[in-house]
């Protein structure tokens, strides 16, 4: 599984972006993708997950603020993210989890500037 995320970017405070992964080669079996961050001097923490079904999760951070989707059709999941604050920068990396493995791409700096 390759994965290639878009989209991140300088935003101020207030402002929206909205992050794009694709997935390709083997995705038969992917059974869920999300989003995770990490800040710098921080843990790599989820953002948010969404599974094949549709079935979604949120960090209790950006719950209200962010929506993660999926276009199955372009093997994409997309991750809307609504009034950011400066503490949402970090690097975000995409995720598929396939037969319990788990699938990163590269990933891309959002920065809230206050």
């Known amino acids: 599984v390759q994965l290639q995320a878009s989209g991140g970017g300088l935003v101020q405070a207030g402002g929206s972006l909205r992050l794009s992964c694709v997935a390709s080669?083997?995705?038969?079996?992917?059974?869920?993708m999300g989003w995770y961050r990490q800040a710098p001097g921080k843990q790599r923490e989820l953002v948010a997950d969404?599974?094949?079904?549709?079935?979604?999760n949120y960090a209790d951070s950006v719950k209200g603020r962010f929506t993660i989707s999926r276009d199955a059709a372009k093997n994409t999941v997309y991750l809307q993210m609504n009034s950011l604050k400066p503490e949402d920068t970090a690097v975000y990396y995409c995720?598929?989890?396939?037969?319990?493995?788990?699938?990163w791409g590269r990933g891309t700096l959002v920065t809230v500037s206050s």
């Open positions: 080669g083997t995705i038969f079996g992917i059974n869920s």
């Open positions: 995720n598929a989890m396939r037969f319990l493995l788990s699938h």
């Open positions: 969404i599974t094949s079904g549709g079935s979604t």
